[in-house]
């Protein structure tokens, strides 16, 4: 997490899952990938999800681990891969989507209040377009709530909430 901004860091969990972290601009600091809308290559990503045969589209990439497994990412193959210049895996605008869309702000998941302080909990470090059916776990607390906490944005635009901070990964990439 200490490449270049848009630079793939890939590590284990629980000695068994991938989990894909994108550096951004900021030292030391990432986002984690949790899921993805699969649009292309959904009988490909059901060869390498187990079980995915079965698997409802929308749970082909709704987690970290899945998301991993389906992309047949792994720290092999893709940890401090560059995500600007990557054959295999690349971010790029996704410009035949919504032109704009919401983003929910909402406290990180599967965070254990016992080995970490309340604030760290509490933190707003998770975000999610609105409605979209490939979100591991929503907040719907969160997705009530309006103002600070969820911000529309217009993709094209980089997006900022109305607080100034950028939501968007296509922002990491452009610094």
């Given at each position: 997490?200490f490449?270049?901004?848009?630079t793939a860091?890939v590590?284990?969990?629980y000695?068994?899952?991938h989990?894909?972290n994108?550096s951004?601009?900021e030292?030391?600091?990432?986002v984690?990938?949790?899921?993805?809308q699969?649009?292309?290559?959904?009988?490909?990503?059901?060869?390498?999800r187990k079980?995915?045969?079965?698997?409802?589209?929308?749970d082909?990439?709704n987690g970290?681990?899945?998301?991993c497994?389906?992309f047949?990412?792994?720290k092999?193959t893709f940890?401090k891969?560059?995500?600007?210049?990557?054959?295999a895996?690349?971010?790029?605008?996704?410009?035949?989507g919504?032109?704009e869309?919401t983003?929910?702000?909402?406290p990180r998941?599967g965070i254990?209040?016992?080995?970490h302080?309340?604030?760290?909990v509490?933190r707003?470090?998770?975000?999610?377009?609105?409605?979209c059916?490939?979100?591991?776990k929503?907040?719907?607390?969160?997705?009530l709530?309006?103002?600070?906490?969820v911000s529309t944005?217009r993709?094209?635009?980089?997006?900022?909430s109305?607080r100034?901070?950028?939501?968007?990964?296509?922002?990491?990439l452009?610094q």
């Open positions: 997490m490449e270049r901004a848009g860091y590590y284990i969990i000695g068994m899952y989990c894909l994108i951004s601009p030292e030391g600091a990432g984690l990938i949790r899921a993805l699969p649009l292309t290559g959904i009988e490909t990503m059901r060869i390498f079980g995915g045969a079965t698997l409802k589209q929308t082909l990439c970290p681990g899945r998301l497994q389906a047949s990412i792994t092999t940890d891969h560059d995500l600007h210049a990557g054959e895996l690349w971010l790029e605008d996704d410009s035949a919504p032109s869309f983003i929910v702000e909402s998941i254990n209040p016992k080995s302080d309340a604030e760290s509490r707003p470090w998770r975000y999610y377009i609105m409605g059916p490939d979100v591991s929503k907040d719907k607390v969160a997705e709530v309006h103002g600070s906490t944005v993709a094209a635009s980089g997006g900022s109305s100034g901070r950028r939501k968007t990964l296509d922002w990491a452009q």
